[in-house]
């Protein structure tokens, strides 16, 4: 009886070891974590040379992004018409009767193609996250069901006073920026129109990808029952009555606007100059700008401009990036210098 006691107790003993054996990983160099590995002993003669190159290389791409920058020819005017010797302050405060007013400016030397057209707004947070969220996407991909039912995130824009559904809904489409610009140069006392290219503004991925149109034809017909944004002066089937296929959710300047900013004070692409007699940029002269001024900005404190700019290799004009890049390379070697000071000092202690 007592051998047969025991062996019941080694029973279970054997097979957890058993499974315990079964569950070990393999007895490879991999799993056992026996592979040759590299570890850099830090010292004085390996760090300080490298702070070194690094700072000399942060300061030579930070030096040539600054001159890059500078390089790039910018126009901005503002034209927000709070000024009383503003061209636009008869403007300011009308709301929401449209106005119109030109603004006259001066290109003191060719501004060299291709020119980028932008507008401007500061002091709009479109960054906030109940503004960010305020669309339905579903909605905007055409999807008809969403018609008809927007999304709870478009509140309080997803319907209107009589509940009708308003597509699209949301904060963003309601406050899309609607001032619209035609261009002039005086050449012999006559004004010459300054032709605007309005294709590819707006990012591919928007256009081809993220936002879609109902396969229905004619597209006015997708939006029987709804009804369009509140500050919308017509609905979005309407949106470029001179080019039907620029319509709808793929407008060019309705996905611009869609695409929100980061920061309070930013800028948008408006039209390219690229076409005709001015293919080669805006020639030395005077310009008027005719503005049909819809947007008013007063209620939130924010102004509006207007820009000019060419571009380069790195992009449009940013003083900051050189400058972030000429900081951080100062600091490397400014680190270096301190720490090579501690080093000679500390390496050879002073015997008493």
């Not at 932008?118 to 960054?127: H, K």
Request: glycine share 8%; with cysteine.
């Amino acid at each position: 009886m007592g051998r047969l006691r025991e062996t019941g107790k080694e029973e279970p003993k054997m097979l957890k070891e058993a499974q315990d054996h079964a569950n070990r990983p393999d007895n490879t160099a991999f799993t056992q974590q026996r592979l040759p590995a590299w570890q850099p002993m830090l010292s004085a003669g390996i760090v300080i040379p490298g702070f070194v190159l690094i700072g000399l290389a942060f300061i030579g791409i930070g030096v040539a992004l600054f001159v890059t920058s500078k390089s790039i020819q910018e126009l901005e005017i503002d034209y927000t018409g709070f000024e009383k010797d503003s061209a636009c302050y008869k403007c300011s405060d009308q709301k929401p009767v449209t106005c119109l007013c030109q603004l006259n400016f001066t290109v003191e030397s060719l501004l060299k193609g291709p020119v980028f057209f932008y507008y401007g707004l500061s002091n709009y947070f479109q960054n906030y996250r109940r503004y960010t969220v305020s669309k339905d996407d579903d909605q905007l991909y055409g999807n008809l069901d969403n018609f008809k039912s927007p999304s709870s995130t478009c509140s309080p824009y997803e319907y209107n006073r009589t509940n009708v559904p308003i597509v699209p809904c949301g904060s963003i489409a309601n406050s899309k920026f609607n001032d619209t610009f035609k261009l002039y140069q005086k050449v012999n006392a006559t004004m010459k129109p300054v032709p605007f290219d309005g294709k590819g503004i707006a990012w591919w991925t928007d256009y081809n990808i993220k936002y879609r149109n109902p396969n229905i034809i004619p597209l006015r017909n997708a939006f029987n029952g709804t009804t369009q944004p509140i500050s919308w002066p017509s609905p979005a089937y309407e949106l470029d009555t001179g080019n039907p296929s620029n319509n709808g959710f793929i407008n060019q300047d309705f996905l611009v606007w869609m695409r929100t900013a980061a920061l309070p004070d930013f800028r948008k692409l408006y039209r390219r100059i690229t076409e005709g007699d001015y293919a080669q940029g805006l020639p030395a002269g005077s310009y008027m700008l005719d503005i049909e001024y819809n947007y008013n900005v007063l209620s939130f404190d924010g102004r509006k401009k207007v820009v000019f700019s060419n571009v380069s290799w790195m992009g449009g004009k940013n003083d900051f990036l050189g400058i972030a890049y000429l900081v951080v390379g100062s600091m490397c070697i400014f680190m270096s210098i301190v720490m090579l000071i501690v080093y000679a000092k500390f390496k050879f202690p002073e015997e008493d």
